[in-house]
C-alpha cells in the first residue's frame, strides 16, 4: 500500500540496491553507511549479533537511508507544526480580560484583506487584446488562468463580506461560515477557499501575500505583454503552461507534439531577465523553483550537497528548451520530480494530470542519480512559510 506511483518505486529500488548486493557476502567489511555503524554481522554465536544490535545508535541518523543530516530538522519541524496545530483545536473561542473578542479580530482580519484585494480580471478585454491565435498558445492559457483566479478572488471576497455580515448579525452564520472563522482565527486558509485554490500549505496570512503576487504577475502580464520570463511558481494551472510552450513550438517547426519533450538548461541569471538571449528564443524561460535536499552550485552549474542547517536552495532562471524526445541526453543528470508542494502527494484531477506533480527535471549532477534518489531530492514551486 505504500507504493502508489513511479516515484515511490523509484526510491525503493535504489533503496534495495543498497542492501540487496553481492557485496554483503563477498566482503566481511562491507558498510552500508559512511559512519560505518551498519554493516552486516559476521557469523558467529547468537550472543555476538544480539551484541552487534545493542552498539547501533537507540535513533539511527539520516545517513542508514541515504538522507542528509539536515533530514532530522525537516521531520523535527514537522512534528512540532502537528503538535502545535492540534494544540490550536483545543484552544477556547472565547476571549477574557481587556483584548480583543475574536469577532473583533475577525472583523479587523477580513476588512484588511479585502482592502488589499484588487478587483477581478476584464476577462473580455483581455480576450481583445490576447486573442485565440494559432502562432501564441500564451494567449490561450492567460485567458484560462485569469478565469481560475477571477473565480478564486470571488469566492474569497464573497466569503469575507458574509462572515463580517454574519458577525454584525446581517446574515446567518452558517457551518461553512463558522469553519471559515475559526480556521482564520488561528491563522490557517479556510476549507472554502482551499476548496477552489491552487495546491497551498502556507498559513493565511503568507497565502494572501502569495495569492496577491500571482494577481499581480498576471496583471504585470496584461499591461505590458509576455514576458521574457515566466513565474512558474504564480501558475494556478502549470501543466496548461507547459503545454502551450510545447504546442509553440510544435506549430512553428511543424513537428508533432507528442514527439516532443523538454530539455533544461540552468542560466546564470537568478531571476529577471529584459529578454532572452540572441539564438536561444525558442522554449520559455522561468524562474521561482526550490531545490529541497540539495543546492544548485553557482559556480560549477550542478547539482551539489546541501550545506548545514540550510533546508532549500533557491535555483536560478531555467530555460525549457523543446527537444525530440530521441534526441535527448539523460546522461550526467538527475531526474527531479517538480511538485507544487512539499506534500509531494496528489490526486489525478479530470484531466488526467496529478493534482501536485508537474513533470522531471533534469538537472546536471556529478554523483549517480541514485545518489540523489536516496537524498529524497526534488524541486519546488513554493514553500510551506
Known sequence: GRVTDDKDRRLLNCIMNRFYVPEVVE???????????????????????????RSLPLIPNPEVFGLHDNADITKDQAETNNLFDSILTTLPRQSSGAGKSPQDVITELAGDILSKLPPNFDE?????????????????????????????????????????????GLVVMSGELEGM?????????PDLWASRSYPSLKPLGSYITDLLARLSFFQKW???????????????????????????F????????DHLTFDFEVMKSEEEMQFKP????????????????????????????????VLYDTLPVVWLKP????????????EAPLYKTSERRGTLSTTGHSTNFVMYMHLTSAQPQTHWI???????????D
Do not use: C
Request: glycine share 8%.
Open 124 to 168: 473580455e478585454k483581455a480576450m481583445k487584446k490576447y486573442p485565440v491565435v494559432y502562432e501564441e498558445s500564451m494567449n490561450t492559457v492567460l485567458i484560462q488562468e485569469l478565469k481560475r483566479f477571477n473565480n478564486l478572488t470571488t469566492v474569497v471576497r464573497k466569503s469575507l463580506q458574509d462572515v463580517t455580515k454574519a458577525i454584525k
Open 27 to 53: 566482503h566481511d567489511d562491507f558498510r552500508f553507511s559512511p559512519s560505518g555503524h551498519y554493516y552486516a554481522p559476521l557469523e558467529g554465536p547468537y550472543e555476538s549479533y544480539l551484541e552487534y544490535i
Open 374 to 384: 536516496n537524498r529524497g531530492v526534488a524541486l519546488l514551486t513554493q514553500l510551506d
Open 181 to 189: 472563522f475559526n480556521s482564520m482565527l488561528v491563522g490557517k486558509v
Open 250 to 257: 510544435a506549430r512553428k517547426y511543424k513537428i508533432p507534439i
Open 323 to 334: 527537444v525530440l524526445k530521441k534526441d535527448l541526453s539523460k546522461d550526467g543528470i538527475y
Open 278 to 309: 540572441f539564438g536561444q528564443e525558442d522554449g520559455v524561460y522561468i524562474y521561482g523553483l526550490f531545490i529541497e535536499g540539495a543546492i544548485w552550485d553557482r559556480e560549477l552549474m550542478r547539482l551539489n550537497e546541501a550545506e548545514p542547517k
Open 222 to 248: 496584461l499591461s505590458k505583454g509576455i514576458p521574457p520570463v515566466f513565474w512558474l511558481s504564480g501558475f494556478y494551472f502549470t501543466q496548461s503552461f507547459l503545454t502551450g510552450a510545447t504546442q509553440n
